[in-house]
Antibody
């Protein structure tokens, strides 16, 4: 059973960089075949796709966030990470890491989510 | 980006009711449409993928239909555990997008 767990600061000052890591267990990122994704949900609102990465390092980012987002993978630690720069209060959200199924079309495994608040 | 519009935004229903939720895409997405269920404090869970395929372990009272721009999620007989928010999501475009959600509440 694949499990994903987000980790990182729950509070980030405005204009700083939000950094989160997702640790994958029960499966190896380097075995290939899957895309690994970050998705967020503003409080009380819907879901927003941030981007996704393949084990080889190829990425896709949401165009509305592309200038501020970097997703990277560390296969030696079986982790992938999110960096979002120049954050504002509008970036306050629950951030989920997730795995796209082998077709790449839907999420079959999710992390539990972590709330990140942007505030001084 | 492809815009996904769900209707209604919320609905009230009773246990045993047949419930239908609609999702419309701003352009044709063939059958690249998935449905998720989210309960408060939990991550979403996929119910239906590729418009009509039931994810393993999901009860058969859930079904999906449609192609092109118009899609439907149907719950044939609403159960107490089905009160939740439902989202559609398109995977036709590399820029994946979700609908705004439909909250199903107890009548």
């Amino acid at each position: 059973q694949v499990q994903l767990q987000e980790s990182g600061p729950g509070l980030v000052p405005p204009s700083q960089t939000l950094s989160l890591t997702c640790t994958v267990s029960g499966g190896s990122i380097s075995s290939g075949g899957y895309y690994w994704s970050w998705i967020r949900q503003h409080p009380g609102e819907g879901l927003e796709w941030i981007g996704y990465i393949y084990y080889s390092g190829s990425t896709y980012y949401n165009p509305s966030l592309k200038s501020r987002v970097t997703i990277s993978v560390d296969t030696s630690k079986n982790q992938f990470s999110l960096k979002l720069s120049s954050v504002t209060a509008a970036d306050t959200a629950v951030y989920y890491c997730a795995r796209l199924d082998s077709s790449g079309y839907y999420v079959d495994y999710w992390g539990q989510g972590t709330l990140v608040t942007v505030s001084s | 980006d492809i815009q996904m519009t769900q209707s209604p935004s919320s609905l009230s229903a009773s246990v045993g009711d047949r419930v239908t939720i609609t999702c419309r895409a701003s352009q044709s997405i063939s059958s690249y449409l998935n449905w998720y269920q989210q309960k408060p404090g939990q991550a979403p869970k996929v119910l239906i993928y590729a418009a009509t395929s039931l994810q393993s372990g999901v009860p058969s009272r859930f079904s999906g239909s449609g192609s092109g721009t118009d899609f439907t999620l149907t719950i044939s007989s609403l159960q107490p555990e089905d009160f939740a928010t439902y989202y559609c999501q398109q995977s036709y475009s590399s820029s994946r997008t979700f609908g705004q959600g439909t909250k199903v509440e107890i009548k």
